[in-house]
Each structure stands twice: as structure tokens, then as C-alpha cells.
């Protein structure tokens, strides 16, 4: 094997980092690549996984304690430690046993582990940054919407104290539903009723200005979806749809079984957008305010398959509609 | 079990007190509540559960010292236990609740119409079937009579998509048409609520099958569309229909239905 392919299997085994599973396999191809006796990866705490025969394991763990000490190379007799950094932190020593050796190829082994491990690292925190952009995504509860709908509630307080009764109960049921944990489901049910719940609060927000229709199949009801996959569709089309346009509009929320599947549609006759834009927004390049498309798009397709992403039919001056298809039955997707 | 004429004993136990006092105030509406005693502390519910017999025990979960759970596992070992409903703000306990043989499980801030479903099971709690047959059991009114032209007929219950109230008349609507009979609304609600009808609203009673779709008009108000026209759904009563509907799907009525 060249010296090229064996770093490239070291960069990987080195992926789980220093503990990880390919630690030893990749000291092991340093030993034969270094021409050393022995060689051996450190980490901060002193843990390390060895290749070969250390001659003298007291003075190896001295020269390791060394290195971590002062952050410096070390020797001992027949022994050279070397600090190993990520992104310019002390993350573990390398240290090799041998006489006569380079000691430009050693300091180049310790960068080449230093380089692995640093990228080892930035893909962790890239897969633990995605986690919780997806979660935060989730728990999106639009912060505008919650106080006008406090104060539209105080408002009733004194006029209608009914009607405020009902509009803290229809406030509990709605945040109920939007801070259900992740990777639950729900029924189109559910969600429907999530929906009449967020319609009634914004109904006494905007008044006049917010006119609904609803049509749904009897026979969906059961179907079984992620949750908030569609409420975040009616809120979208409430709020670029209705809320941004002087004298109002009307959103429909349309439900209906088509074979094997359910059709949902929620549709909007507000200003509408460039369809290119609304490509953006499912591709993650639009406006970062707009992200619940994206969010609900992005859990469809992970649930469902590549195929049952959102369809956004729009075009400037002519409404949104969003429409988004859900298997009727799914294995492993109940509710 | 004991409760008497004067309506059931009901004691309401909540760490929070305008939980417990909006609870008490729900409670005391129903006709079935005889008397409500609350506590907002564990060791006053247990004394207030030792000095009388109680009928009904809404317990909220989460409370400090002993929760809910723990005491309606104390409640379990009496020897004629209280009913008990677990009023709580989180959905987790659920599975446990049903366990310790709970009659219902209610989310807080309790909904008027979902209390009205609890009370509705804890009757069956408390008055179990006897095991002998209803007086409704004979179906009575499976098909009910109409005069047509000076003729009597007689309109299939099966038939009736929804029933309308006018006074002391009803409107059957069937495919074939309208018909007006003397009757009571409520009266055929009780006749007919074990076929699937269902009331939706003051004035109207539903047959669940005959739903073809749930709509909203522009103000909000619920329609449920037939096929023979809509029927208006109040809003008191939408959520019942929604449950009675996602049963009858999940149940397949709607798929392939030759309504």
C-alpha cells in the first residue's frame, strides 16, 4: 500500500477521534510507516494506544507527561514525544521509540494526526449543529403571534369573558401541540385540531382581515404524520398570505384522500412570490425567517422518503399554495 | 358506592389554587355534582378522603410531598375506593394513570366539553352495567313513520343523513327528500345515539357515516357536509364530532361506504 493510501485509512480511523474504535489500527500503520520500535498516541488524560515494543514504558510515560506538561517536544532515552494539536490546541502526544529516525517525517506525523483529529472534531460538531438546528426548527413558536394574542385575550377579559375563556384555552391547546417532543407523531386529527385552535387565536388578532375556509375528508383523519407538519403551513399562509397585506385574504386548508395517499393543500391569495424563490426556500438559501417550509419539507422527506417533500405552486401576484402528500399507511409511522 | 340522591361527593385536589377553583366552579355546573370539597395540599385531601365517603377524586399529578400518583395508589387499597380522574398538565403520565385504574386522564386548562366526557365515564365507574338488557336495547325506531299524501310510510333510519328539530317536529333528511315527523329531538338522540347519531348542535342531530367533509365557513363556524346539504356544528360540540368521525375512519366506515 503507499504511503499516500495508508494516510488516507489513518485520517479515517482517526475519525472517532482519540478513543474512538480506529485508534489502534491507525497507531499500528504509523509503526510501519515510521520505520520506529514502538509508537504511541496519548490523550490529555495519559490514555493511550500503542504499536510495537516500548523498551522502556516507565520513561515513555515520563516523556508523555512532558510533552502535555510544557506543550513542547520531549525525549527520553531513545524516546521522542511530540504535542498533537487541533486547530491549535493540545489535544494528545505522539510519541515514538527508535534510534536514527527523521525527525521532519515525525514532526510531519504529528501534524498529519493533529489534521484528522481536528477534522474528525468540526464533523462532529457539524451532525450535533444540524441536531439542533432541526430542533430548534421544531420548537419555532413565533413570538409575535404569542403576544398579540395575549393582548387580544386581555382585551376580552372585561368585554367577553367567555370569549377570553375560550381563547386561553384554545392558547393552551396551541403551544400544547407546538412543544410536543421531537420524532412523535401525530393524526391529521390532531393536527386539525391544532390548527382550529392557532385559526381562532388569530381570528381575534386580525379580526375581519383573516378569512378561513377548511375542507376536510372524514376518511384522513387517522393518517398519521409527523407533528406540526401541517400547522406551520396554515400559520406561513397566515402570515405572508394575510397578515402582511392591508385589507386581508382568505387561506384554505384543503384535506382529502387520493389512493393510497392524502393530499393536503393549504393555500393562500396574498402576494405570492417568485417561484424561484420558493426553490430557494426549499433548497435552505431563502430568508432565514421563513424556515418553517423548509423545517416541515425537510421531516416529510425524512419520514416519508425523498419522494413526499412539499410542492409550492406560486408565482408573483398570484397567492401560494403549498400542497404535501402523506402515505395513508406507513410502517413504523403510527401515531 | 354511595352516591344518593344529592348528587355525587366530589373532592378536587390541585396544588394550584385557581386550578382547583376553576375545576370546583366547572364541577359544580354538572348536573350530577352534588357537593365539590377541595384541597390544594395532599395531607388535607387525605383527611378530607377520611372524615367522608366521596364519590369522585380529580387529582392533579405534580404536587409537592406526596403526588398525585402515590395517593391515588393509597386510594387503590380502600376497601370502596373513590373514583378517580387524573387532571394534569402533561400528557407522560397518561399510561401510568390508566394503570392504577383511573377513569380518565384530563389535561389542564380542563375544556367544559371535555370535563362533560369525564363525568359521562365516571358514571359508568360508578353504576356498572348490570348485565341485564336496557329497555332501549329492542331498537326501537330502527325505521319511524311518516304520513305522505294521506298515507303512512315508514323512512329508514339507516336512510337519515341528519335530523333537524322545528318545535316539537323534526325534519328527516334522506336522499329521497325531507320528511316532517312529531317527535322531539331529544327524544330520537336517545333512540338513536348507539347507530352512529350524533347531536352537533342545539337544533341537529348527525348521522357520523353521512359525513362527507368537515368544513368551516368564513367566520369560523363548522359545517359538516352531507350529501343531502350541511348540517351547522356548533362549537361545543366539534370536538365530540371529531372523535366520533377519526373512530369511524379508523374503524374504515368511510372507505368504500355506500353513503
Redesign the interface.
Given at each position: 500500500m503507499g504511503v499516500l493510501a495508508i494516510g488516507r485509512r489513518i485520517v479515517g480511523e482517526l475519525r472517532a477521534g482519540l478513543d474512538g474504535p480506529g485508534a489502534q489500527s491507525a497507531v499500528r500503520r504509523l509503526h510501519g510507516l515510521l520505520g520506529a520500535d514502538a509508537v504511541g498516541l496519548v490523550d490529555l488524560r495519559g490514555d493511550g494506544v500503542w504499536a510495537g515494543r516500548v523498551p522502556e514504558p516507565f520513561a515513555a510515560r515520563e516523556v508523555v507527561a512532558a510533552v502535555l506538561r510544557t506543550d513542547a517536544r520531549a525525549t527520553g532515552p531513545g524516546l521522542t514525544g511530540l504535542p498533537v494539536h487541533a486547530r491549535d490546541e493540545l489535544v494528545g502526544a505522539l510519541v515514538i521509540a527508535g534510534d536514527g529516525l527523521d525527525r521532519a517525517a515525525l514532526l510531519e506525523a504529528a501534524a498529519w494526526v493533529g489534521e484528522a483529529l481536528e477534522r474528525a472534531r468540526l464533523e462532529a460538531s457539524a451532525e450535533v449543529a444540524e441536531q439542533a438546528e432541526l430542533r430548534a426548527l421544531r420548537a419555532e413558536i413565533s413570538p409575535h403571534f404569542v403576544y398579540n394574542s395575549l393582548t387580544a385575550i386581555a382585551s376580552f377579559v372585561e368585554t367577553d369573558p367567555e370569549r377570553a375563556r375560550?381563547l386561553?384555552?384554545d392558547f393552551?391547546e396551541y403551544t400544547?401541540h407546538s412543544l410536543a417532543r421531537g420524532g412523535d407523531y401525530t393524526?391529521v386529527?390532531g393536527e386539525?385540531?391544532a390548527i382550529?385552535a392557532y385559526?381562532?387565536l388569530a381570528?381575534a388578532v386580525l379580526g375581519d382581515r383573516l378569512?378561513?375556509?377548511?375542507?376536510?375528508?372524514?376518511?384522513?383523519?387517522?393518517v398519521a404524520l409527523p407533528y406540526l407538519a401541517l400547522q406551520p403551513l396554515v400559520e406561513n399562509a397566515v402570515r405572508h398570505g394575510v397578515e402582511l397585506t392591508a385589507d386581508g385574504g382568505?387561506v384554505q386548508v384543503h384535506g382529502e384522500a387520493a389512493g393510497s395517499e392524502a393530499i393536503l393543500t393549504v393555500e393562500d391569495d396574498g402576494p405570492g412570490m417568485d417561484p424561484e424563490h420558493a426553490a430557494d426556500v426549499l433548497a435552505g438559501r431563502g430568508n432565514p425567517h421563513s424556515v418553517g417550509l423548509l423545517n416541515v419539507d425537510r421531516r416529510l422527506r425524512t419520514v416519508f422518503g425523498p419522494g413526499y417533500g412539499l410542492v409550492i405552486e406560486t408565482a408573483v401576484g398570484a397567492g401560494t399554495k403549498v400542497v404535501l402528500r402523506v402515505p395513508r399507511f406507513q410502517p413504523g409511522v403510527v401515531a | 358506592m354511595t352516591s344518593g340522591s344529592g348528587g355525587w361527593r366530589v373532592l378536587a385536589v390541585d396544588d394550584v389554587a385557581p386550578a382547583v377553583g376553576e375545576l370546583r366552579r366547572l364541577l359544580l355546573e354538572a348536573p350530577e355534582v352534588g357537593s365539590v370539597v377541595t384541597a390544594t395540599d395532599t395531607v388535607t385531601a387525605l383527611k378530607l378522603i377520611q372524615a367522608g365517603p366521596l364519590d369522585v377524586v380529580f387529582l392533579d399529578i405534580s404536587m409537592p410531598g406526596m403526588d398525585g400518583m402515590e395517593l391515588a395508589s393509597l386510594l387503590a387499597r380502600m376497601t370502596d375506593p373513590p373514583v378517580v380522574v387524573f387532571v394534569t398538565a402533561f400528557e407522560e403520565h397518561a399510561a401510568t394513570a390508566y394503570g392504577i385504574g383511573a377513569a380518565d386522564y384530563l389535561l389542564k386548562p380542563v375544556r367544559p366539553e371535555r370535563l362533560r366526557a369525564a363525568l359521562d365515564r365516571v358514571q359508568r365507574f360508578l353504576a356498572p352495567p348490570t348485565g341485564a338488557p336496557e329497555p332501549a336495547a329492542v331498537d326501537a325506531l330502527a325505521a319511524v313513520p311518516v304520513e305522505l299524501a294521506g298515507r303512512t310510510r315508514f323512512v329508514r333510519r339507516d336512510d337519515v343523513r341528519y335530523v333537524e328539530a322545528h318545535g316539537d317536529y323534526v325534519r328527516l333528511h334522506t336522499p329521497s327528500g325531507a320528511h316532517l315527523v312529531r317527535i322531539p329531538i331529544s327524544r330520537l338522540e336517545t333512540h338513536w345515539s348507539h347507530a352512529s347519531f350524533v347531536r352537533v348542535h342545539r337544533s341537529f342531530l348527525l348521522a357520523v357515516p353521512a359525513v362527507r367533509e368537515l368544513r368551516s365557513d368564513l367566520t369560523g363556524g363548522l359545517l359538516a357536509h352531507t350529501d343531502v346539504g350541511d348540517v351547522p356544528v356548533s362549537r361545543r360540540h366539534a370536538r365530540e364530532l371529531r372523535e366520533r368521525l377519526l373512530d369511524a375512519a379508523t374503524r374504515g366506515v368511510f372507505d368504500g361506504g355506500s353513503r
Open positions: 375560550e386561553l384555552l393552551a400544547r393524526t386529527a386539525f385540531a382550529e385559526l381562532a381570528r378569512k378561513v375556509q377548511l375542507r376536510i375528508a372524514p376518511e384522513i383523519l387517522p382568505l | -
